[in-house]
C-alpha cells in the first residue's frame, strides 16, 4: 500500500442523478373509457363525414329539385296564360266580351287556378274569376303591378322571369302569379267595332294566380324522405363501421394490449392468438417472433449467468488460495527482511564492541606486566557504549513497532501535546539552529494516548531537524476541519526535501537515509496514527522542503 497517502477519501457515495423509468415513459393504462378507444373515433370520423357528405348532396339534390319543379309550373303557367290570350283574342277583336270572359271562367275553374283576371290599361280589373273585384280599381303597389309600375312610367315590354312572382298566400302555400301584358296589334286598332289609337302599346293584362300547394307538399315529402334515407344510411354505414372495426380492429387490438400486458409481466411464452393476412395478422406475428426472439435471449442470459456465477465462484475460490499462499510467502518474506535486517543492523555495533573486546584482552595479555593504558582503553570503552546505545536504540524501536503498546486513551490537547515534544527536543533545535514558528488555532481536547502521541511529535520534529542540517525554519500549525471533523497538525520544514521515488518508502520499515538511523521512526509514527484511527500525509519535493500532515478524529 502506498502511505504516502492516507487522507480520508473525499469521495461520498452520492446517488447518482437521472431519470427513473416512471419519469421517462408513461405507465400502461390497463382500462380506457370509451371515448378515448380508436372504434370511437373511427366510427365519429365516418358518421361526420357521411353526415357532412350526404347532407351537402341532399341539399344540392333538393335545391335542383325545387328549382327544376319551379321551371315546369312556371312552363305550364305560361303555356295557360298564352292559352288563354289567344282564345280570347278573337273574342276581343269580335267584341264579344261575354263570350270570351265564359271562357275565362271555364279555366279559372281548373284544379290548381287560383284566379284569373284582366286589368284594363287604366287599372280597372276589367274581368276576374271572382265576381266581386270586376269593376274594381286594382292597387298598383301590389305585387302584380310592380314589375311594370316601379317606375314613373309603366314598362311596356316585360321579359319571361320579370312577368312571374311567387308568393306565400297565407294559408300554408305558396301562390305563382303570372302577368301577361296584352299589346295593342294591328288587328286591334284596325278593327272597326272599337279601334283603340295606334299611340297606346298595352291595351290590358292577363294575370293568373296558381297554387304551388300540390308541388309544394311534394317537395316536403320528397325532402322528408331524403332526409329519413340520410338518418337511415349514417345508422347503418355507422354501425357496419361498428361490426368491421369491432372484428378487424377492436378484437385483434385487445388480444395486442393483453400480450404487451404479459410480456411486460415477464411472461415470454405468451403467444397472440391472430392468424389474419391483414396488418394486425402481421403485427401479431411479428409480436410473437419478438417474444419468442426474447425468451431465447432471456434464457442465453440465464445461462450466461449461470456459468458465470459458477466461474466467478471458481475464480475467488482459486484467488482466495493464491492469496493465502501469498500473505504466507509474504509474511515469510517479511520476516526474513526484518530478521536480515535486524541480524546486520545489531551485527555491525556488537563486531565492533567485539573487536575492542579483542583489542583490549590482546593489551592486557601483551603487557602483563606494564600498567595499561588507561587513556586508550577509555577511549575504546567509550566507542563501545556508544555502539551498544545504538544497539539498545534499535532493538527498543523494533519492540515500539513490532509489539505495539496498548493505547492508554486520555483527553488531551493536541497543542500542549505538540508544546510538551517541543520541550523534550529544545536543546537539539537550539544546537541544530533551527527557528520554530507556531500557528496554533484553539482545539476542542481529544481522546488520545498522550505518551505515543507525544512520541509521534517528537519522530517529526527530529526528522525535520535531521532534514535541515545547517538550520532552518520549523512551521507548526494546528487547525480545526470542520468539514471532516478532524484535528490536523502539519509539520513544515525547509529542508532539501524528499524525491517522488524515495517518498514511496519513507514508512516502509528499515527505510532510512541516514547513516546512524533506523528507518524505524515513520513506521513507527504510522503505526500510532493509523491506531488512532488517524491518517498522515506527506508533501514534498526536492528543492521545496517537507511538510507533514497528521489529521486526527475529533471523537
Ligand atoms: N522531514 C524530512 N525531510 C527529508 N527527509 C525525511 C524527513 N523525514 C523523513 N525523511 C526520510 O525518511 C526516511 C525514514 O525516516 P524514519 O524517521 O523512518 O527513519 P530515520 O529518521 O532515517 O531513522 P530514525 O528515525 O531511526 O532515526 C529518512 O531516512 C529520510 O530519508
Ligand atoms: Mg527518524
Not at 499462499?325 to 543492523?345: F, N, P, R, S, Y
Not at 524525491?499 to 518508502?505: D, G, K, R, V, Y
Amino acid at each position: 500500500m502506498d502511505r504516502t497517502s492516507h487522507q480520508h477519501g473525499t469521495a461520498s457515495a452520492t446517488p447518482r442523478g437521472g431519470l427513473s423509468p416512471t419519469e421517462t415513459t408513461r405507465p400502461v393504462q390497463h382500462s380506457m373509457r370509451w371515448y378515448q378507444s380508436i372504434e370511437f373515433k373511427i366510427i365519429l370520423s365516418v358518421a361526420i363525414t357521411t353526415m357532412v357528405i350526404n347532407g351537402f348532396f341532399t341539399f344540392l339534390y333538393l335545391d335542383v329539385q325545387a328549382r327544376h319543379l319551379d321551371e315546369t309550373i312556371l312552363k305550364n303557367a305560361t303555356q295557360l296564360s298564352e292559352t288563354i290570350k289567344k282564345s280570347i283574342q278573337y273574342d276581343m277583336i269580335q267584341n264579344r266580351k261575354e263570350h270570351a270572359w265564359r271562357i275565362m271562367q271555364t279555366i279559372g275553374e281548373q284544379e290548381g287556378i287560383e284566379k284569373v283576371r284582366i286589368y284594363g290599361s287604366d287599372g280597372t280589373i276589367l274581368f276576374s274569376t271572382t265576381r266581386e273585384e270586376r269593376g274594381t280599381m286594382v292597387d298598383k303597389k301590389v305585387e302584380a303591378c310592380y314589375a311594370c309600375h316601379a317606375e314613373e312610367a309603366p314598362l311596356e315590354h316585360l321579359t319571361i322571369s320579370s312577368r312571374n312572382r311567387i308568393f306565400p298566400s297565407g294559408k300554408g302555400y305558396r301562390i305563382l302569379g303570372m302577368i301577361n301584358p296584352m299589346y295593342n296589334d294591328r288587328e286591334c286598332f284596325s278593327g272597326e267595332c272599337h279601334a283603340h289609337p295606334a299611340s297606346q302599346k298595352v291595351l290590358g293584362v292577363i294575370d293568373i294566380t296558381m297554387s304551388l300547394a300540390e308541388g309544394d307538399a311534394e317537395m316536403r315529402s320528397a325532402r322528408g324522405q331524403i332526409i329519413a334515407f340520410n338518418i337511415l344510411s349514417i345508422v347503418s354505414i355507422s354501425a357496419i363501421a361498428v361490426l368491421a372495426l369491432l372484428f378487424f380492429v377492436g378484437s385483434p387490438v385487445k388480444q395486442l394490449v393483453l400480450g404487451t400486458t404479459r410480456v411486460a409481466q415477464g411472461d415470454l411464452a405468451h403467444v397472440i392468438p391472430i392468424d389474419s393476412d391483414d396488418e394486425m395478422g402481421h403485427l401479431a406475428r411479428s409480436f410473437n417472433h419478438m417474444t419468442e426472439s426474447l425468451q431465447k435471449a432471456n434464457d442465453e442470459i440465464r445461462e450466461w449467468i449461470r456459468t458465470l456465477e459458477q466461474k466467478v465462484e471458481e475464480r475467488t475460490k482459486e484467488l482466495k488460495e493464491t492469496q493465502f499462499q501469498l500473505m504466507h510467502t509474504e509474511k515469510l518474506a517479511a520476516l526474513g527482511k526484518i530478521a536480515a535486517t535486524v541480524a546486520h543492523e545489531i551485527n555491525n555495533p556488537l563486531t565492533g564492541v567485539f573487536t575492542y573486546v579483542k583489542l583490549m584482552e590482546r593489551k592486557i595479555e601483551e603487557g602483563k606486566d606494564a600498567a595499561p593504558d588507561v587513556e586508550k582503553f577509555r577511549e575504546y570503552l567509550s566507542t563501545m557504549s556508544r555502539e551498544v546505545q545504538r544497539t539498545s536504540a534499535i532493538v527498543h524501536n523494533l519492540l515500539d513497532f513490532t509489539r505495539p503498546k496498548e493505547l492508554s486513551r486520555k483527553t488531551v490537547s493536541l497543542n500542549s501535546l505538540v508544546d510538551e515534544s517541543l520541550g523534550i527536543v529544545r536543546n537539539k533545535l537550539a544546537i541544530s539552529d533551527i527557528t520554530v514558528e507556531k500557528e496554533m488555532d484553539p482545539l476542542p481536547d481529544i481522546p488520545a494516548d498522550p505518551s505515543q502521541m507525544k512520541q509521534v511529535f517528537i519522530n517529526l520534529i527530529i526528522n525535520a531537524c535531521e532534514a535541515m542540517e545547517g538550520g532552518g525554519v520549523l512551521t507548526i500549525k494546528s487547525w480545526h476541519d470542520r468539514s471532516r471533523n478532524t484535528e490536523m497538525i502539519s509539520f513544515a520544514d525547509t529542508g532539501p526535501g524528499i524525491s517522488p521515488e524515495e517518498l514511496a518508502h519513507v514508512f516502509d520499515p528499515f527505510y532510512t537515509t541516514k547513516e546512524k538511523g533506523t528507518g524505524l521512526g515513520l513506521a513507527v509514527v504510522y503505526g500510532i496514527i493509523t491506531r488512532h484511527n488517524g491518517t498522515i500525509e506527506v508533501k514534498s519535493s526536492p528543492g521545496s522542503g517537507t511538510e507533514m500532515i497528521v489529521s486526527l478524529p475529533t471523537d
